[in-house]
């Protein structure tokens, strides 16, 4: 090589870098902007779950006051169910007779109920009484009265007395042959049910009547 000949210029290794020669750096990333809803979202479920909270313990402590409210009240008072007994059932009439749809029943009695409210501290509250008669396995109705209600005194007995009537009972050949046999051997079976609602009375205060 000729020493009029110009040499190639020399490569420049990787990485080198000249000094003049500025620097890129990397540009910050702007913050990214959630939209308002995002921050509503989070507020109204964490409200949410406040609430929830709240009205679970406000349930629990008032499930607490009432139970321990029921076992006070129990222990202060012992109350306890008024004792019913059917004590009479008189016929002035019994009559099966024959019309021209079939057997009918007229038929007349009195009924005497004993009511023993046993409770030594409370009153008892009744509402409207009722009571209805039948015979035959319910196929023959005996009538039904009723009674408004009252209050018995602690530790009382109260009898009530019913006047039931039946006029042209319609009833099949069989109900019709039970009640003549049953009424002539005086062995005829009846089914009294007696409906009442109940409360009760202490010393300024009255529960609701409930059946």
Known sequence: MSSGQLKPPLQKPPGYREDNTPVRRPRPRKPVNLPPSFYKIKRRSACCRTCCCCFCILTIILILAVAAAGGLFYLLFQPRLPEIHLTSINFTKFKVTTASDGPVLDSECSIGVEIKNPNQELKIVYDRTQISLSAADGNADLGKQTVPGFTQNKNNVTNLKFT????????????????????????????????????????????????
């Open 164 to 211: 039931m009537k039946a006029e042209n009972e319609l009833l099949d050949s069989k109900s019709a042959d039970e009640l003549k046999n049953g009424f002539k051997s005086k062995s005829l079976l009846v089914d009294a049910e007696l409906t009442t609602g109940i409360g009760l009375k202490g010393s300024g205060w009255t529960t609701g009547t409930a059946r």
